[in-house]
């Protein structure tokens, strides 16, 4: 049983910067990419940044420059550094792994993470 945890979102102010963390933990072998998607009232679930096994990150045009996205594999983690945030970067924030864990190869996802940007 694999378990994914998000933490460390909430409320700051426009311009301000917040650092979301999502660790798995579990019977896992391997993590392959991880990434991150938000989703705000009454819209889709966008991908807003991803990274591969060997660190080589994409990002959506609306946060690229702005956001970074790491990952530290020996804890099974992927963060996202978010900078200059503004109002419309309000949603719930999901992480989201491929891996391949005991019971085979699947893909899992975080809770659910609030950030609101508001003043």
């Known amino acids: 049983q694999v378990q994914v945890v998000e933490s460390g979102g909430g409320l700051v102010q426009p311009g301000g910067s917040l650092r979301l963390s999502c660790a798995a933990s579990?019977?896992?072998?391997?993590?392959?990419?991880m990434a991150w998607y938000r989703q705000a009232p009454g819209k889709e679930r966008v991908l807003i940044a991803e990274?591969?096994?060997?660190?080589?990150?994409d990002y959506a045009d609306s946060v690229k420059g702005r956001y970074t996205i790491s990952r530290e594999n020996a804890n099974h983690a992927v963060y996202l550094q978010m900078n200059a945030l503004e109002p419309e970067a309000t949603a719930v924030y999901y992480c989201?792994?491929?891996?391949?864990?005991?019971?085979?190869?699947?893909?899992?996802w975080g809770q659910g993470i609030q950030v609101t940007v508001s003043s």
């Open positions: 579990g019977d896992i072998f391997r993590i392959g990419v």
């Open positions: 990274i591969t096994t060997g660190g080589l990150t």
């Open positions: 989201h792994m491929n891996l391949a864990a005991n019971a085979g190869v699947g893909s899992v």
